[in-house]
């Protein structure tokens, strides 16, 4: 059974707070002998907007949606009690908390210009809250205020600056891809690009000297191209190969192949050597320069 993370454990404390919260508002509603209705709809809905997960929300949930719609309502709520004139509606933790994370939301995560307005929204419903109770703005209320303009100024503030960390990291790892793009595309020029060249001018070579009497000078122009297309493809088997690369390769792991012999081979430079083969079961040249592997002492070679 795997443990729990101390991130889980978090979240899960603060839902729990939260929850706490909100049954005290409702207890407040209760205990001022007004209805749970009202309190409830603000409530759910700040509840679905801060605590439905990210894997499950459907396409139309956006963060601008989230952390308008709790905070109109909870302002069409106070606007409707002061137009009905009922006295000392309470408010409680609970809904100061919920404005309080759609504010961090708005923040961090909406897009520009509408994180602006979402969290003037949700500011401005926050801070509205005392007024539904004293219906004006006795030293209490303004006290009230204050105190919402701190936290509410607390959590903006650590949610741009999560946010400027946001942006920093993204800048980094675009410059870090770009200029690993641009370190690929150079050896390509450098490595590919060269031998393709080399094979191109020397096929060019080998018809320009296809018509001749002697076949013979065709072979090393013929070698010269075989090199220079085993040389192209290991450039490209390593620059996959980096591509590719996830971490440590295991030990058993057999590098790849680099020819790395003249092109100037001769007929009678590529005569058998004493049991030495490439990687990809070919003879070698004589001299052989290339990283080659011996068979073993009872297998038999190819001829």
Same mark, same amino acid.
């Given at each position: 059974?795997?443990?729990?993370?101390?991130?889980?454990? !978090?979240?899960?404390?603060? $839902?729990?707070? %939260?929850?706490? /919260?909100? @049954?005290?508002?409702? =207890?407040? &509603?209760?205990?001022?002998?007004?209805?749970?209705?009202?309190?409830?709809?603000?409530?759910?809905?700040?509840?679905?907007?801060v605590?439905?997960?990210?894997?499950?929300?459907?396409?139309?949930?956006?963060?601008?949606?989230?952390?308008?719609?709790?905070?109109?309502?909870?302002?069409?709520?106070?606007?409707?009690?002061?137009?009905?004139?009922?006295?000392?509606?309470?408010?409680?933790?609970?809904?100061?908390?919920?404005?309080?994370?759609l504010?961090?939301?708005?923040?961090?995560?909406?897009?520009?210009?509408?994180?602006?307005?979402?969290?003037?929204?949700?500011?401005?419903?926050?801070?509205?809250?005392?007024?539904?109770?004293f219906?004006?703005?006795?030293?209490? !209320?303004?006290?009230?205020? $204050?105190?919402? %303009?701190?936290? /509410?100024? @607390?959590?903006?503030? =650590?949610? &741009?600056?999560?946010?400027?960390?946001?942006?920093?990291?993204?800048?980094?790892?675009?410059?870090?891809?770009?200029?690993?793009?641009?370190?690929?595309?150079?050896?390509?020029?450098?490595?590919?690009a060269?031998h393709?060249?080399?094979?191109?001018?020397?096929?060019?070579?080998?018809?320009?000297?296809?018509?001749?009497p002697?076949?013979?000078?065709?072979?090393?122009?013929l070698?010269?191209?075989?090199?220079?297309?085993?040389?192209a493809?290991?450039?490209?088997?390593?620059?996959?190969?980096?591509?590719?690369d996830?971490?440590?390769?295991?030990?058993?792991?057999?590098?790849?192949?680099?020819?790395?012999?003249?092109?100037?081979?001769?007929?009678?430079?590529?005569?058998?050597?004493?049991g030495?083969?490439?990687?990809?079961?070919?003879?070698?040249?004589?001299?052989?320069?290339?990283?080659?592997?011996?068979?073993?002492?009872?297998?038999?070679?190819?001829?």
């Amino acid at each position: 059974m795997r443990s729990p993370s101390p991130r889980g454990c !978090a979240r899960g404390f603060g $839902v729990g707070l %939260l929850g706490a /919260a909100s @049954g005290y508002d409702l =207890l407040l &509603a209760v205990h001022f002998g007004h209805g749970v209705w009202f309190p409830v709809i603000v409530l759910l809905a700040g509840f679905a907007a801060v605590l439905w997960p990210a894997g499950r929300r459907p396409p139309w949930l956006t963060e601008q949606v989230r952390t308008v719609v709790p905070a109109a309502v909870s302002v069409l709520y106070t606007g409707g009690v002061l137009l009905t004139g009922r006295p000392e509606v309470p408010f409680g933790p609970g809904e100061a908390a919920v404005l309080l994370a759609l504010l961090f939301v708005a923040v961090r995560h909406c897009p520009w210009p509408w994180a602006l307005w979402c969290a003037v929204l949700d500011a401005a419903a926050l801070l509205l809250l005392p007024v539904r109770y004293f219906r004006a703005l006795p030293d209490e !209320a303004l006290a009230l205020i $204050v105190i919402g %303009l701190v936290l /509410a100024g @607390g959590s903006a503030g =650590l949610a &741009a600056y999560l946010r400027s960390l946001d942006y920093r990291r993204t800048v980094a790892v675009g410059d870090t891809r770009r200029a690993e793009r641009v370190a690929i595309a150079a050896d390509l020029h450098d490595f590919v690009a060269h031998h393709v060249t080399g094979i191109l001018v020397q096929t060019q070579m080998a018809r320009m000297m296809a018509d001749r009497p002697q076949p013979r000078e065709l072979d090393p122009v013929l070698a010269g191209i075989e090199w220079a297309a085993t040389e192209a493809l290991a450039s490209m088997r390593r620059t996959v190969g980096v591509l590719r690369d996830t971490g440590p390769r295991p030990p058993t792991a057999v590098p790849s192949v680099t020819w790395q012999a003249s092109p100037t081979w001769s007929r009678a430079s590529r005569a058998p050597s004493s049991g030495a083969f490439c990687t990809a079961t070919r003879r070698c040249p004589t001299p052989c320069r290339t990283k080659c592997r011996r068979r073993p002492s009872g297998s038999s070679r190819r001829r």
